[in-house]
């Protein structure tokens, strides 16, 4: 079967009103390469592509919000996100540090609480972390500052009341819980070191149960698991070997996926993308590295369903798409290429699950883009003169 047929099959599957029973169930493929079959398995019944409809598609509204990561001072800028998509600045919010003045290399500069009521920060040019309160109309309020515990932050997660950040240079991890006012207290064991100095860690994240944390290693192709106990204190660790090379950044698909861009050293057309299961103690590909024929894979954003990954792709300058199974196979959607900005970084799927939003660090703007049906994006335009240095990206 032609790949233009087998997009029309597939775009008949959901557009069609045909019920779940009547359509042939065959088991999953997992070589990465028949992905109309594996969305097939889907019964038309895909949630992140049901919210596309008309009667769905008027947004909501929220907010979007970087860091300038500017060495003379970093600080959170909020953006508007209005009915149709569209970004409007909102604030301006000094964070109480200095950031790097140059790209971080990594993903989760910035972080929101599960109720958005908390967003947290790295301050890379002054080793420390920044909390801040959320308020309805969207603006921030500095709380506190403390430092990372290491040297030059890169990424922070949150869960509950438990905030991780990995640093890069110093090539560790710490933790601290969180107070109601916003403050840090360093969480006992919770200081650990990456697999060696020169790991380069890329991001850190909670697992979707909370109980382990991930670390991408991109220098030494590793997955650092960190297991955690009721107390947030760090209780095992396991080094996994990374399935691709230069693992960077990932996000969660399915509430029990790790889908991992690989960006292979920058190399030209090179780049993959892994999906992890067992992420307690271990990260086992589902399978394997898939490839996407693009350069510098290295930031991903998942759909609120898990069904879709976007992949930020440096080299190439475009976007592209996975699919991702029920049973957490992946599978490049080669009809999904989207051009954006120069050397695009981080990206995020907007809370009301409707548009993608991406930093081009190389022309220094934010592009914006409507999901479509398949996995596709459509531009709708973009934000200029953002931030020189701009970094991390999260929705409210």
Known sequence: MKLN???????AVFFASCQKENITKQTPVHSGQDVSEAMVQEGGNNPDEAMLNAGNRASKGGYLYIESNDSTGNAIVAYKQDADGKLTWS???SSGGKGAGKGLGSEGALAINEDHTWLFAVNAGSNSISSFKINNDGKLKLKHTVSSGGTLPISVCVRNNLVYVVNSVSADINGFTIGADGSFTPVDGSHKNLSAVTAGPAQIAFSPQGNSLLVTEKAVNKIAVFTLDNNGSVMQTNFADAVGTTPFGFDFSRDKFMIVSNAS????NASTCTSYMNLYDGATAVNGAVPNQQSAAC????????????????GSSNITTYFVDANGAIYYLPW??????MGPIDLVVSEDNLYVYNISSGDHTLREFKRNVLGTLHPIGSVTSIPMAAAGIVAD
């Open 299 to 314: 930031w991903v954003a998942t759909t609120r369903f898990g069904r879709f990954a976007y992949v930020a792709n440096a």
């Open 91 to 93: 604030s301006t919010t």
């Open 5 to 11: 047929s087998k997009l029309l099959f597939v775009a």
């Open 336 to 341: 999904s290429v989207t051009a954006t900005g």
């Open 265 to 268: 050293g920058g190399a030209v």
